[in-house]
């Protein structure tokens, strides 16, 4: 794995980045892969020269495909982040459309896919979910900013039942894409205390076309929500990342794989991984799951 934390390592990461970000654009539909080359490419160099200079600086706003986007991360974090969204678009399981749909972005972070799913379909209600305030609020920025007004925010975690949870970290040491939270009954008002609240009370019997969950952990008990309340019912496609660890206890891949099965969802899996990792080593996958 390569070391951010030195000069090299990181023009390192953006050179094997970019390579890789370059030859995935050929597989764009051809409308829009001049357009979102030339953003790549620019934001690449902006974060070459922030990783020589100033390397901790955040982001602050950056225009990237006519959006405004607000991030208290670092360059190479923004940079990651619109990669994955827009270059290797693990949540683009469904055409572009102009129908009206339900697009539900659980883990929605500063608002980078709630941005991708805004632009593939303009007619769509898009529901996200940041229970981090900091991360929130840029959110709500970027929301606000980008006339996104087909977008219902809410500044909670999902789980199992309506309880109190605490940020895994409070002070903001690491990027916010590693933020998580853990589900310990905190008490109101405590440092780091969020709300957690059931999905299927927030949807009530509204369907749902595609849900998106990035959510450190929470995947599993997000959906033993939806299915003990019948809203999985409503929902067509799937698609999430899971932290597969495979000799760990607390593993809970097979039992999110049967949970979807037993509902009707047929489903794939892959690596979010550049490369094959160590046998028994904890790995991050993506399932995309439909009827």
């Known amino acids: 794995m390569t070391d951010l934390s030195t000069r090299a390592g990181r023009l390192s990461y953006l050179l094997r980045s970019g390579f890789v970000g370059m030859t995935t654009l050929r597989h764009l539909p051809r409308r829009e892969r001049r357009q979102v080359r030339r953003a790549f490419l620019a934001l690449k160099a902006r974060a070459a020269v922030a ?15 006519g959006l405004q986007l607000t991030s208290a991360d670092s360059y190479l974090d923004f940079d990651y982040l619109f990669e994955e969204m827009f270059i290797r678009r693990p949540y683009d399981v469904l055409p572009p459309s102009d129908e009206p749909m339900t697009v539900v972005d659980c883990g929605a972070n500063i608002g980078m896919a709630t941005a991708f799913f805004v632009r593939q379909f303009p007619a769509a209600t898009v529901i996200a979910f940041e229970p981090d305030p900091l991360t929130f609020d840029q959110l709500r920025r970027n929301v606000e900013a980008n006339g996104m007004s087909q977008v219902e925010l809410h500044p909670v975690a999902l789980g199992r039942e309506n309880t ?31 709300e957690i609240r059931k999905l299927s009370e927030i949807l009530g019997d509204r369907r749902v076309d595609l849900l998106k969950l990035d959510v450190e952990g929470a995947e599993l008990d997000i959906l033993r929500d939806l299915e003990s309340s019948g809203s999985l019912e409503r929902v067509q496609n799937i698609v999430a990342e899971v932290d597969h660890e495979p000799k760990s206890p607390d593993g809970h891949m097979p039992e999110f794989l049967k949970m979807l099965e037993r509902n009707g969802f047929s489903y794939q899996v892959d690596t979010l991984e550049r490369r094959l990792v160590e046998l028994g080593v904890r790995q991050q996958l993506l399932v995309r799951a439909y009827r």
Do not use: K, Y
């Not at 990783?51 to 495909?65: C, D, N, S």
């Open 51 to 65: 990783a020589v200079l100033f390397p901790e600086r955040p982001a602050a706003r950056q225009q990237v495909l």
């Open 164 to 194: 109190l949870g605490t940020l895994a970290d409070p002070n903001h040491i690491m990027n916010s894409q590693r933020q998580h939270v853990l589900a310990n009954g905190s008490a109101p008002g405590g440092p780091g205390a969020v």
